[in-house]
C-alpha cells in the first residue's frame, strides 16, 4: 500500500457522481482534480465562535487543537494575567478554569444556563456549581456574553446582559460543531447537529464515500437515535472501523452510550446513558434516585463521598444512565455503567453484579448497585 | 415479624423429615428440640488448620474473623514481634503481609507453591513475587508446612521440608473450608469443596432447607460449573435471595464471575473470570495476550504501569476472563472486564465499549480493550 499524503492541501469541493475532488495546492496556489474510487471524509469539528466584534483579538483563545493550547500557555506565561474569563461551563470552560487556578489566576465563568455543565442532572450540576465557587471561582450563571471591549486589539472587558467584567485573557468554551460543510455542498445527508449521517460501517449517504471522527454522527444506544458526539475515543473506533470497511474487511461500530468524564480540582464527574433532559425529550417514563455513598469504606483511610445518580425505565426496568460526582477513584467506575448499557441490563442484573470488593478499593455494595437496589423498589 | 436471636446456642442437629432442629443452650448446658417452617444454613465457612504439633499455641493466629484481626493486633502490640512467619500467600497471606511490613517487623512468608497468588496466571504470579522480594519479603517458594518447634507454649521455629525459620508469630493465610459438617450430617447435598449445594434460590436439597454465604456453592457464569467463593460481597447477595424466598418473594442468585480484588504496598492486583489453570481444567480452547499499559496516559503525571491479561475461547471470541497487575488506579478496573463476563461478550463487543476516557483517568484506550483487540487477531 502506497499512501500520498499532501501536506498543505485543501479539498474545495467533492464530485461524487464522477468521483472526483477539486483541490488546492496551498504551497503553489494552484487548482487541480483528483479522482478517488473510495473517499473518507475526516474533517473533525471546529469550535462555537460567535460572530461578535472582538473575537479575534489576540487575547481570545480557543482550545480545541494542541496548537491552541501551546498558545494559551504561551500567552499567559507572556503576559501573566491577573484575570481571565471562561466563556462556557462544558468540559473545556471547566478544564481551563481548573488549570487558571492551580496558575493563580482569578478567573470569571460565564455559562449561558442555571448551571455549570448542562448535560449533567440539576442536582449534579448544583453540586458541581457550589465546588466551583467554594474554590474560589467567580461563577456567572444565566448570564450570556453579549461583546467584548477592546483596546489596541485586545479585550479588556467581555460585556453580558447585566455585567461588564475585566480580563486580561478571555477563553472560548462554547462547545463545537461538527465540519460537515464540504459534505454537505455535494449532497451528503446530514444528522443531528449538522454531522455527516453514517451507517454502522461509516458509509455516507454515497456509497464509496466514508466519514468517522468528529464529523460525523455516531448511533446512542440507549436512545436508539443518532446523536453528534465529538470525542477521541469515538473518533477512534470510528476511524478503525472506515479504514477496515474501505480495505475491504467488514466491521460495523455499534455506537455510543454517551460515557463522559472529567475533574475539577479534587472533584471527578462523570455520566453515561441518558441523563433526566434526555429522558424527558424522548418522553420515556423513568424513575431515578441518588445515592451519598463514599468511594472506601468510610472507615478506610483515603475514603471519599460519592454520590451516584441513576434513572432506569420504569415499567421495563431497564437500565437508562448514571452520573457520578466525587473525590478521588469516583469517577471512573462510571465503566461498570457503561459497560451495563452496552449489554442493555435492567436494574435486577446490575443487583448481581460480581464487582471487585477489599476495603482499599470500595465497600461491599458499590453505590452503583445500592442505587439500582433503590431505583428497583420504584419500578 | 418477630425475631428470636438465640444467642450461646449451638445447632447439633437438623431433622429434615421432622423439620426439628436439636439444639444445645450453651449458657444453661441443656438440649432441647426446636421446630422451623423454613430453615436458613448460614454457618460460613473456618480457616484451613493443619494438625501440627503446636499449632495451637498461643502465638499462632488465624485472620478470619474481626476479632481474630483484633487479637493478632493485641498480639503485636504486646510482644513486638522482630520476625513473623506467614504461612500461605493467598489474599490474606498477601495482606497480612503488608500489614507487618507498615510495621517493619521482619516477615517470611511460605508458600507450598511456585508462585504467590495460585489464582494468578504464572506470568502474573512471577511479577508479583518479583515485587514481593524487592519490598524485603523473604519469600520462600514450593516450601511446605511441616511443623513447630515451640517453647513453653509458643512456637519459635516453623520448619518446612527445607528449612527451619526463627521466629516470634506465626499467622496462618491457608484459605478456609465452607462449614457445612451439619448440613452434610442430616443429608443434605454438598457440592464443591464440600460446599452445599444450592439452586438459584438458595434452596437446599430438602425444599424448607436453604444456605447462603460462605457455606454454600455459587454458580460460575462463565464455567457453567459450580464453585465454592468465600467472598462478602457474594454473601451478601446469597443472604438477600435466601430472605427474599423464604419470605415469599421470588428471586434469584444468577452466579458469580470469580471477581476478586487486593493489594500490596503500591502494587493493585485483581482478577475476574477464569484464569489459565481454570480454562486447562475445562479443556477449553483459547487464546491469551498480555499487554503492558498504564494507568494514565504516560506524559500525565501520576501514571503508573499496568499489565492486562485476558482470556477468550477460541473460534467464538467468546471473554473468559482478565487479570490486572499495576499500579495505582489499575486493579478496580476489572469490573468492566466482571460486567463484560456478566453480558457474554465477545471480543468484538468488547472492542466498541463506550469506556470514560479523559487524560486524568485513562488513556484513549484502555489496556483492557486493546488486549481484546489483540486476542481478536489471534481467534
Not at 475585566?166 to 464540504?182: A, C, F, M, N, Y
Request: net charge negative; hydrophobic share 40%.
Amino acid at each position: 500500500m502506497q499512501i500520498d499524503a499532501r501536506i498543505r492541501h485543501e479539498v474545495l469541493a467533492i464530485n461524487p457522481a464522477e468521483k472526483t475532488l477539486r483541490v488546492c495546492d496551498l504551497n503553489a496556489g494552484v487548482e487541480f482534480m483528483e479522482r478517488y474510487d473510495q473517499l473518507l471524509i475526516a474533517t473533525g469539528a471546529r469550535p462555537i465562535r460567535p460572530d461578535i466584534d472582538g473575537i479575534d483579538s489576540v487575547n481570545v483563545h480557543d482550545v480545541n487543537t494542541l496548537a491552541n493550547g501551546t498558545l494559551l500557555r504561551q500567552t499567559i506565561d507572556s503576559i501573566r494575567p491577573q484575570h481571565a474569563v471562561i466563556v462556557g461551563a462544558g468540559y473545556i470552560g471547566i478544564e481551563v478554569a481548573e488549570a487558571l487556578h492551580l496558575r493563580g489566576i482569578k478567573t470569571t465563568l460565564v455559562q449561558r444556563g442555571p448551571r455549570p455543565m448542562s448535560m449533567l442532572d440539576d442536582e449534579l450540576g448544583d453540586d458541581l456549581a457550589k465546588i466551583l465557587v467554594e474554590s474560589g471561582l467567580d461563577l456567572r450563571l444565566n448570564e450570556r456574553l453579549e461583546g467584548f471591549v477592546t483596546h489596541n486589539g485586545k479585550v479588556t472587558e467581555v460585556l453580558t446582559e447585566s455585567s461588564r467584567i475585566k480580563t486580561d485573557l478571555v477563553v472560548l468554551g462554547l462547545g463545537v460543531l461538527p465540519e460537515s460543510r464540504i459534505a454537505d455542498a455535494c449532497g451528503i445527508e446530514l444528522g443531528p447537529k449538522g454531522s455527516i449521517a453514517v451507517d454502522q460501517h461509516q458509509q455516507t449517504s454515497y456509497a464509496d464515500i466514508w466519514a468517522a471522527g468528529d464529523c460525523a454522527q455516531s448511533m446512542h444506544l440507549v436512545s436508539g437515535k443518532p446523536v453528534h458526539v465529538a470525542m477521541g475515543t469515538v473518533a477512534n473506533k470510528q476511524g478503525r472501523v472506515a479504514g477496515m470497511n474501505i480495505a475491504g474487511t467488514e466491521a460495523r461500530f455499534p455506537g455510543v452510550v454517551g460515557t463522559a468524564i472529567t475533574k475539577y480540582l479534587q472533584t471527578e464527574i462523570s455520566k453515561t446513558g441518558l441523563g433526566e433532559d434526555e429522558i424527558s425529550a424522548l418522553a420515556l417514563e423513568s424513575v431515578s434516585v441518588t445515592v451519598e455513598g463514599s468511594t472506601l469504606p468510610r472507615y478506610y483511610p483515603g475514603s471519599s463521598p460519592m454520590k451516584v445518580r441513576l434513572h432506569a425505565e420504569k415499567g421495563t426496568a431497564r437500565f437508562l444512565g448514571a452520573q457520578i460526582i466525587g473525590g478521588q477513584g469516583s469517577a471512573k467506575r462510571i465503566d461498570t455503567a457503561a459497560t451495563a448499557l452496552h449489554a442493555g441490563f435492567d436494574l435486577d442484573q446490575m443487583l448481581y453484579l460480581d464487582l471487585a470488593y477489599a476495603p482499599p478499593f470500595s465497600g461491599v455494595w458499590e453505590p452503583l448497585v445500592v442505587a439500582a437496589r433503590l431505583a428497583l423498589k420504584k419500578i
